[in-house]
């Protein structure tokens, strides 16, 4: 008899009040690496510098993205979709700075029901390290209803840890992030159980870069690309066409 799929733990992480305590403990050491990666997603995005627009975070946690954007154009004004109440309390507190330019609204990226708060026609969709928590056929479907959700014209980008089916190349990222990161490998060997159900959860559904390049191509995003790479991690993007 086939061994049954293991659980979806997702939700069991996230709406954790411990799980997110540790989480938002230890963000700043990784928000520090990933400083050009945010700004890189900020300069990608089509707007002159005092332009007033809005745009949408998906699973924006404490707002990380949201930040750079907020920080690049001093007139854009973010909507935050979340679905962990501890994730939004932690994003409402770290972003205070920002009052009157950000809310957040409840969506659960695992179903479609977007909320009436997110317009229609928003010129502007990004999402960050939460992508890789949907199994594949909602990836798809979630990048067909951003398309939707875009005005004529609006881009998506989303920033993404990948993974390789090839084990040569596994092995490659491994090698070198290790060298990048020497605790790496000891924190790899010596996962507490609680550490090792994280890390099962964030590669549970984790996919390779092409077929997501794909699922934008189906949603019929134009201008797709991968435009920044890093080991396994990549900032990939595309434009709702504009209307002919
Ligand atoms: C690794 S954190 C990344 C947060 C933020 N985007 C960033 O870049 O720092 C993953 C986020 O995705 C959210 N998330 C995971 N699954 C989700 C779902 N099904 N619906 C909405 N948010 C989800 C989590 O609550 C968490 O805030």
Not at 84 to 113: I, N
Request: one cysteine or more; proline letters at 7%.
């Amino acid at each position: 008899m086939p061994s049954p799929e293991p659980a979806d733990t997702n939700e069991d992480v996230w709406k954790s009040d411990h799980m997110v305590a540790q989480w938002v403990a230890t963000a700043d050491e990784r928000e520090r690496r990933r400083e050009e990666h945010r700004r890189l997603m900020a300069d990608l995005l089509p707007f002159e510098h005092d332009e007033a627009f809005t745009f949408v975070d998906l699973g924006a946690g404490t707002g990380a993205a949201t930040k750079a954007v907020l920080d690049r154009f001093p007139r854009a004004q973010a909507i935050l979709a979340e679905y962990s109440p501890q994730m939004t309390a932690e994003g409402t507190r770290a972003l205070s700075g920002y009052r009157g330019r950000f809310t957040y609204v409840e969506l659960d990226l695992a179903c479609g029901d977007w909320p009436a708060e997110v317009p229609a026609g928003v010129p502007a969709v990004i999402s960050s390290l939460c992508v890789h928590h949907l199994p594949d056929e909602r990836k798809k479907e979630l990048f067909a209803e951003i398309w939707h959700h875009l005005a004529p014209g609006g881009w998506y980008f989303n920033y993404d840890a990948v993974r390789s089916d090839d084990p040569l190349v596994e092995a490659t990222w491994l090698r070198a992030g290790d060298r990048q990161d020497p605790e790496a490998a000891a924190a790899r060997q010596h996962r507490t159980a609680e550490e090792q159900r994280r890390y099962e959860n964030h590669v549970r559904y984790m996919a390779p870069l092409a077929p997501q390049l794909d699922f934008l191509r189906a949603a019929g995003f134009e201008g797709i690309d991968v435009y920044w790479k890093q080991l396994d991690y990549v900032l990939y993007g595309g434009r709702r066409p504009p209307a002919a």
